[in-house]
């Protein structure tokens, strides 16, 4: 089966309390197929405003080490059976200037929440979407990465890299599936209004140039409802189109060549 967000019956989204996440959270919520929508983030006002959306929210910070996150999977699995959905929006942007001193801690948390946790949370959901797979029903890992995965922006370097290994790991990932019923999604967006550049003051600069947040919503949903393997609009999709889906056919090749081989 296509993996398409209609065929979704129960989906988590993190970073569900603002931006791109909330608002996907929210689409994903009116769709006709009407699936279960769970919206994870840290702010409190901001998880009970989902549930009077009518979205379960859960609290969790992702910035957590491999055990909270691995308990948190079992508590989520736990509560919510029929989850075969993960959208996994939760991000953070830092300016990085190697002229001046380099804020490691900083680099590291960002490496974390925008890398690693997501990885952590894919192996962790792993063990249940394969069981789903293996009696047919189909589920989605759709991690949001960014045009800036394929053209790094300088000024926020970590940032990029963080978004260029998530879009590695997409690509693999997607061919390590290719024989289960579980789909790889990609949402690269541009840039798109939301609170992502607050933490640098960038925001007011940005809002001349960005992609208004409900445009980029509906166009996002109509490429989860077709399936696109890998959603991107505006410049995320130029770059996208230009650099990186000619190398899509020969990660798939490569995979080939290595299950010969190894024969
Ligand atoms: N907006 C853009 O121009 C743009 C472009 C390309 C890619 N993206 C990507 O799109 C995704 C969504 O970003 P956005 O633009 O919508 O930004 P946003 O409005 O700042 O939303 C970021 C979300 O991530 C959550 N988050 C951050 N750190 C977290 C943590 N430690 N634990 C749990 N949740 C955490 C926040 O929730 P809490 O603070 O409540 O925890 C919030 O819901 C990110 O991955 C971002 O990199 C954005």
Same mark, same amino acid.
């Given at each position: 089966?296509?993996?398409?967000?209609?065929?979704?019956?129960?989906?988590?989204?993190?970073?569900?309390?603002?931006?791109?996440?909330? !608002?996907? !959270?929210?689409?994903?919520? !009116?769709?006709?197929?009407?699936?279960?929508?769970?919206?994870?983030?840290?702010?409190?006002?901001?998880?009970?405003?989902?549930?009077?959306?009518?979205?379960?929210?859960? +609290?969790?910070?992702?910035?957590?080490?491999?055990?909270?996150?691995?308990?948190?999977? +079992?508590?989520?699995?736990?509560?919510?059976?029929?989850?075969?959905?993960?959208?996994?929006?939760?991000?953070?942007?830092?300016?990085?200037? $190697?002229?001046? +001193?380099?804020?490691?801690?900083?680099?590291?948390?960002?490496?974390?929440?925008?890398?690693?946790?997501?990885?952590?949370?894919?192996?962790?959901?792993?063990?249940?979407?394969?069981?789903?797979?293996?009696?047919?029903?189909? &589920?989605?890992?759709?991690?949001?990465?960014?045009?800036?995965?394929?053209?790094?922006?300088?000024?926020?370097?970590?940032?990029?890299?963080?978004?260029?290994?998530?879009?590695?790991? &997409?690509?693999?990932?997607?061919?390590?599936?290719?024989?289960?019923?579980?789909?790889?999604?990609?949402?690269?967006?541009?840039?798109?209004?939301?609170?992502?550049?607050?933490?640098?003051?960038?925001?007011?600069?940005?809002?001349? $140039?960005?992609?208004?947040?409900?445009?980029?919503?509906?166009?996002?949903?109509?490429?989860?409802?077709?399936?696109?393997?890998?959603?991107?609009?505006?410049?995320?999709?130029?770059?996208?189109?230009?650099? +990186?889906?000619?190398?899509?056919?020969?990660?798939?090749?490569?995979?080939?060549?290595?299950?010969?081989?190894?024969?």
């Amino acid at each position: 089966m296509a993996p398409s967000i209609d065929n979704s019956r129960c989906v988590l989204v993190t970073g569900a309390t603002s931006g791109i996440g909330r !608002a996907l !959270a929210l689409a994903i919520a !009116a769709l006709p197929s009407h699936p279960k929508v769970i919206g994870v983030g840290r702010r409190k006002d901001r998880l009970a405003g989902l549930k009077d959306a009518g979205i379960d929210a859960e +609290e969790f910070d992702v910035n957590a080490d491999r055990v909270k996150t691995k308990n948190f999977v +079992e508590e989520m699995i736990q509560k919510y059976p029929e989850i075969d959905t993960l959208v996994l929006a939760a991000g953070v942007q830092r300016e990085v200037n $190697f002229k001046k +001193e380099v804020d490691l801690d900083a680099i590291a948390t960002e490496l974390h929440v925008n890398y690693f946790s997501i990885l952590a949370m894919i192996s962790f959901f792993m063990p249940h979407f394969m069981t789903k797979s293996a009696s047919g029903q189909p &589920c989605l890992i759709a991690p949001v990465t960014s045009g800036l995965a394929y053209i790094p922006a300088p000024w926020i370097a970590n940032y990029s890299a963080s978004k260029a290994a998530l879009h590695s790991l &997409c690509s693999s990932l997607r061919v390590q599936l290719e024989d289960t019923e579980i789909g790889v999604i990609e949402i690269s967006p541009p840039l798109v209004e939301s609170e992502l550049h607050d933490a640098e003051g960038t925001t007011e600069a940005l809002s001349k $140039f960005w992609m208004p947040l409900s445009e980029y919503t509906k166009e996002t949903i109509a490429g989860f409802q077709r399936g696109d393997s890998v959603v991107c609009n505006g410049m995320a999709k130029n770059a996208y189109e230009k650099f +990186e889906k000619p190398k899509e056919q020969m990660v798939s090749e490569m995979a080939k060549r290595a299950a010969t081989h190894s024969k």
